[in-house]
């Protein structure tokens, strides 16, 4: 188990490399992802239900989805430097 993990370390390293940014650049970028989105649903609250809504009955990621995964990576990220 300890060996999966390391090795996922090791592919998101590798994916930083080759993107040439450090974890801590791609953690304030998705910071500010996450901020504006979240902006987004506190302003606009009936078009952001709207559009999750409608992703979601054609199977489509929301909104909401995207939230949940910027949230996930910023973890995964956030571990990998500890």
């Not at 940014?21 to 302003?43: M, P, Q």
């Not at 910023?74 to 430097?81: H, L, Q, S, T």
């Amino acid at each position: 188990m300890t060996f999966q993990v390391l090795s996922k370390f090791d592919e998101l390293n590798a994916a930083l490399e080759k993107d040439g940014v450090t974890g801590s650049e791609l953690l304030r970028k998705l910071d500010d992802i996450y901020v504006a989105l979240n902006k987004f649903a506190s302003n606009y609250p009936t078009t952001w239900q709207y559009l999750c809504q409608s992703a979601l009955s054609t199977g489509e990621m929301t909104l909401g989805d995207a939230l949940s995964a910027i949230e996930w990576g910023v973890n995964a990220i956030d571990r990998e430097g500890e």
